[in-house]
């Protein structure tokens, strides 16, 4: 875990600065920002400069994977990041879920924007939005279905600088995908790990056994209950390494010798909670991590 970290960091602080650029370069022309965030993991799939990045623009964040969520958590961090003066809501880019509800929100947090626009009699100016979110969140997906997958890109408009992936959307909003990449806080063991329980860093950079014994450790807390609604009747006095064996000899999973082929258990569970087969499950909750 560690290795792949500092391979990661190393090149981190030079993509971000270009990235950064050219967020800056583009902000003049946005009104406001939507950032797509695993929903599961609200802290772990953001990164940490996005708020100092974006200024003082209106700030959407869009919960995505919100299906796969515990919908109770869900509710919390919408609430939390209302007290921060964020607007969130929950969307799930597969399902279609929540995504009605993007357009209005977008025009009832400009509203005095729109106002303004309709007092100066440039009622027909679109609201623009910039679309930001680090890899494997779901930001290609959401631009897709909210675009309708054929719409248009935004070309020749005054104001527009050429090179950047503008969508039209309808006649009063406009998306920018974010020009360029932005990337988590690898430095941070817990981040690199919750990304990789939900399979947004491959796991052939990890050692699978560690990382679904460290996963345990994190459902043994928050979802025990599901766990046994799962894999039956289990004991949480024992260590992580013990109960990974415990749940692949409940699986069938021996080996010669009696022993568990914990490789194959960790594999199996990593996969289960990937397909929500052991429950929807939040990994981060508002009053562990605010």
């Excluded at 005095?112 to 290609?140: Q, T």
């Amino acid at each position: 875990m560690a290795d792949s970290q500092k391979q990661s960091v190393q090149w981190f602080p030079g993509h971000m600065a270009k990235t950064r650029r050219k967020i800056k370069e583009i902000l003049p022309l946005i009104d406001a920002v939507a950032e797509v965030v695993d929903a599961r993991i609200p802290l772990s799939s953001r990164n940490p400069e996005i708020k100092e990045l974006i200024e003082n623009k209106p700030h959407i964040i869009l919960l995505n994977k919100c299906d796969m969520a515990d919908s109770a958590v869900t509710e919390e961090w919408i609430k939390f990041y209302k007290t921060q003066g964020i607007t969130a809501i929950g969307i799930d880019c597969k399902s279609g879920k929540g995504l009605s509800s993007f357009k209005t929100t977008v025009k009832s947090v400009l509203a005095d924007k729109l106002e303004a626009y309709a007092k100066k009699g440039m009622v027909g100016k679109p609201l623009r939005v910039m679309v930001v979110g680090i890899p494997n969140v779901g930001k290609s997906s959401f631009i897709n279905r909210i675009a309708g997958g054929g719409k248009a890109k935004v070309e020749n408009r005054p104001g527009v600088t050429r090179g950047n992936q503008w969508f039209t959307i309808d006649k009063q909003l406009e998306l920018l995908d974010t020009p360029g990449v932005l990337w988590p806080k690898f430095e941070d063991q817990t981040v690199g790990e919750h990304l990789a329980f939900t399979g947004a860093v491959k796991d052939r950079i990890l050692d699978v056994e560690l990382l679904a014994m460290r996963l345990l450790e994190c459902l043994s807390e928050s979802y025990p209950e599901l766990l046994e609604n799962r894999y039956g009747e289990l004991d949480f006095t024992l260590d992580s390494y013990d109960l990974l064996s415990l749940i692949g000899k409940k699986r069938g999973m021996v080996i010669r010798g009696g022993e568990t082929d914990t490789e194959r258990a960790a594999n199996m569970l990593l996969e289960e909670y990937r397909n929500c087969k052991i429950g929807f499950i939040s990994l981060e909750r508002v009053k562990n991590n605010a």
